[in-house]
């Protein structure tokens, strides 16, 4: 079974070669994606029921020996990580097809767009297997240069615009997490995270603060973390209603998963918990009031992610088994509801002609089914139950009761206000763009597109299916949590790969 683990990165970049060959011929461009997204589905899903039963699968790529080699590792977080998104990008591909179909290539250039989702889906996938810094860095690399490309598709003046920013702070980040790679190198010799969970122990604490303060500065910027997060909401709402909803859904999420991963294999039991506590209610209530500030809806839920980031950051800080497994349960939460909300505004924007609040109005009369795909993963978001987001919500504030101390109450008053504001941010959608009798007499809709519909359709139900199926999802998440925290089934594994 250790044959499967490359291939989620493997499957991708064979799909962008094939599609940028295939330029002029979109439908085969169209088939070889999907079937290549769909192949990496099936070996995700496989990947989770191997190491679920068996244990972590390591390869070292090339033969090579650990630690001079590239090492990738599938252990239960990053199998998890990899089927949700898997499922995710997949289905934004379909809506995207969808678009680009009913479009032309005048607004989504087929030749364009599918080599850069692939290679922006095997950057993401690369970075939840990396067993490296470095390594880690290159995924980072790989989905950003993807993403430059896909935020400007269209290559409209503020799309343009929007880019630029979102290339700088992004080549920042990169710049920081690269020098931090450098400065972790030349203290323990090494940057497989295998060797450095041992090596980064013996140095001075001092040092070891600086180091681990430079890796989530670098994530904390790719994650959105408040005060790091004022570019997102200026960047995201401009591209595509397909490349906002999985920017939205996935990106932040990586610089989540190697905060998790950084916090408990190299850098555990340090004082920077407290400061992601701190960093936590920031940006949920920073977040949650700019969201309620926005007459746009892409607008108001790119601030609701900024808001959210901060649910993820609770749970990481808390750094106790009940803490982490809700964080991993509302990562996969997250990335399903955000994702499905974004596909909804695309729908709303192509049948109403806008995401302006004050200039829509009498969608729920106009198109039920449109009202009906909004109403459910805003409730969702919202955490109302018995979606999956109240019970990621309700982890989190057992898990910061059982901590106890003044930080974790802060945190569980400010989720709870976080998930009321929250609410007051979707009603106000609802009422304005849904409820209410429209200004003005509405011209006749435009029409949607089966597969956009199909698509967001099957990412609702999928939001439903983590709330039926929540009971095994957070039996997962608590094993994965415990062995994050262990370590040593992570070191172990890549120890008996290297001999």
């Not at 982490?324 to 509302?330: E, K, P, T, V």
């Not at 999956?388 to 206000?417: M, N």
């Not at 939001?463 to 095994?472: K, Q």
Request: aromatic share 8%.
């Amino acid at each position: 079974m250790t044959a499967l683990v490359p291939l989620p990165v493997v499957l991708p970049l064979l799909g962008a070669a094939v599609t940028l060959v295939l330029t002029r011929y979109p439908r085969a461009q169209r088939i070889v994606s999907f079937t290549a997204l769909t192949a990496v589905l099936g070996v995700s899903v496989a990947l989770l029921v191997e190491v679920s039963r068996h244990g972590t699968l390591v390869v070292a790529v090339g033969g090579w020996p650990v630690p001079v080699g590239i090492v990738l590792v599938a252990d239960r977080f990053a199998a998890l990580m990899l089927v949700v998104s898997a499922a995710v990008t997949l289905c934004v591909l379909v809506y995207s097809i969808g678009q680009g179909m009913a479009d032309g290539s005048e607004e989504t250039p087929l030749s364009i767009y599918h080599p850069s989702y692939l290679v922006l889906t095997a950057g993401v996938t690369n970075a939840f297997l990396a067993g490296d810094l470095f390594n880690l860095y290159v995924g980072f690399e790989i989905l950003l240069v993807a993403s430059y490309v896909l935020i400007t598709v269209g290559a409209t003046e503020e799309r343009v615009r929007a880019g630029t920013t979102y290339v700088v702070v992004s080549l920042l980040s990169s710049l920081i997490f690269l020098t931090g790679v450098g400065l972790i190198y030349a203290a323990a010799g090494t940057v497989n995270m295998a060797q450095l969970a041992g090596r980064l122990d013996a140095l001075p604490d001092g040092l070891r603060l600086m180091l681990n303060c430079v890796l989530l500065l670098a994530f904390g910027i790719k994650a959105a973390v408040f005060p790091l997060s004022a570019w997102l909401p200026d960047s995201y709402p401009t591209a595509l209603a397909p490349v906002t909803a999985v920017f939205a859904g996935l990106l932040t999420k990586v610089g989540i998963y190697a905060i998790i991963r950084v916090e408990t294999l190299l850098f555990p039991g340090g004082p920077t918990p407290e400061l992601l506590l701190v960093l936590a209610l920031l940006t949920m209530l920073v977040g949650i009031l700019g969201a309620i500030a926005q007459s746009d809806i892409k607008r108001l839920l790119s601030f609701t992610l900024v808001s959210h980031i901060g649910y993820l950051l609770f749970g990481i800080g808390l750094a106790t088994d009940l803490g982490l497994s809700a964080a991993i349960f509302y990562v996969v939460h997250h990335i399903t509801i955000q994702t499905t909300l974004f596909l909804v505004v695309g729908l709303v924007e192509r049948f109403g002609g806008s995401t302006a609040l004050d200039r829509l109005g009498g969608l729920a009369s106009l198109s039920p089914l449109l009202a009906i795909l909004f109403f459910v993963p805003a409730m969702n978001l919202a955490g109302i139950p018995p979606f999956s987001g109240f019970l990621g919500k309700l982890g989190l504030i057992e898990a910061g009761v059982a901590a106890g101390g003044g930080l974790p109450w802060a945190l569980v008053a400010g989720g709870l206000a976080t998930s009321l504001l929250t609410l007051y941010a979707v009603a106000r959608v609802w009422n304005m763009a849904f409820w209410r009798r429209p200004a003005t007499v509405p011209t006749e809709a435009s029409g949607l597109p089966g597969l956009m519909v199909g698509s967001t359709v099957a990412l609702v139900v999928g939001g439903v299916a983590l709330t039926v199926l929540a009971g095994p999802l957070y039996d997962l998440t608590v094993d994965t949590a415990a062995e994050l925290l262990a370590r040593a089934p992570y070191v172990e594994a890549v120890r008996a790969a290297a001999r």
